[in-house]
């Protein structure tokens, strides 16, 4: 049997997350003829082309897409099997971990996260990065140790998922708002104005789709990016807000919310990181803050 050379097995992997040659080579160093030489060496040995180019971009092949997620997982094993043996002491963690997380989740959660954090390892930093759109590029190239939010059809296929809670929508309105006094119906909910959240531009969300399954279309007249903003609209203005309940507690403290009139698929909101942070101990742990938190609060 002729030897295998396992470094193309990591080139393979870096080739299949990136579809560039010249991005899986930044990514391990090498220069781009390497790159281009290690992609010979294994549609070779495979008997496939793995990237096939499409206009100026490379795509992966059928058979490319259906070994991705197993060669991830054996660069990943292989990884932490080489990884030092140490005794984890989280008194002398020295780290920072970026959590990229939608705007509500920071003021609902994340004073008990760092309450939680710093109670067991002081060392500890942690930077709270926006969330301003579903990609897993983050995740895989370690810009981004956790994303939390909820999965989508751009979230990638490789990434590691685990649930925290389910979330319900509920409206929101100020306190002197007709709906706040009014036994709120789908006729009465959808003529008031209303402030629609879409951090890509649509101009449909799930409260629209079920509104419009009872045959009502809401008056939308305002269009933010965030749950946040929302709120802060409605607090100043007789606008009506849709949010997950549980995830913008904090947010809509003091105002009045009220059970929407019609049923809306609950949202599950979860963690997700990349699978080379499986064996990683102190990513372990820090996973283990935030559902530990997310418990409590649910």
């Known amino acids: 049997m002729a030897k295998i050379d396992l470094n193309l097995l990591i080139a393979l992997n870096v080739l299949l997350e990136e579809t560039s040659v010249v991005r899986a080579a930044k990514r391990l160093g090498l220069s781009q003829s390497a790159m281009s030489r290690s992609l010979a060496r294994l549609r070779d040995m495979t008997g496939d082309p793995l990237l096939v180019r499409a206009g100026r971009t490379l ?3 059928p058979r490319a897409i259906e070994i991705q997620q197993e060669v991830s997982q054996l660069v990943c094993g292989a990884e932490a099997i080489l990884r030092p043996s140490e005794m984890f002491d989280l008194n002398q963690l020295d780290r ?3 959590i990229r ?3 509500g989740f920071v003021e609902t959660f994340g004073l008990k996260l760092i309450q939680k954090i710093k109670a067991e390892a ?3 930093r942690i930077h709270f990065l926006p969330k301003l759109s579903k990609q897993s590029t983050q995740l895989r190239e370690g810009q981004v140790d956790l994303d939390i939010g909820v999965l989508g059809a751009k979230t990638s296929p490789e990434v590691r998922m685990r649930a925290l809670f389910s979330d319900e929508f509920v409206g929101v309105v100020s306190s002197d708002h007709p709906l706040a006094n009014d036994k709120v119906t ?8 209303h402030v629609l959240v879409s951090k890509e ?4 969300g799930p409260v629209d789709k079920a509104l419009e399954a009872m045959g009502y279309q809401r008056n939308i007249t305002v269009l933010t990016g965030g749950f946040s903003a929302s709120i802060a609209l409605v607090k100043g203005a007789d606008l009506v807000a849709s949010v997950p309940s549980k995830h913008t507690a904090k947010l809509h403290e003091g105002l009045h919310t009220f059970q929407l009139p019609f049923d809306v698929p609950s949202i599950q909101v979860s963690m997700f990181w990349h699978p080379r942070m499986d064996g990683d101990q102190a990513h372990k742990w820090l996973r283990e803050c935030v559902l530990a938190v997310c418990s409590d609060e649910v």
């Open 122 to 124: 002081k060392g500890v």
């Open 96 to 98: 920072r971990f970026v």
């Open 59 to 61: 795509i992966p092949s």
């Open 186 to 193: 789908c006729a009465n909910f959808a003529a008031a104005d």
């Open 101 to 103: 997380v939608s705007d």
């Open 201 to 204: 531009g649509g101009l449909l």
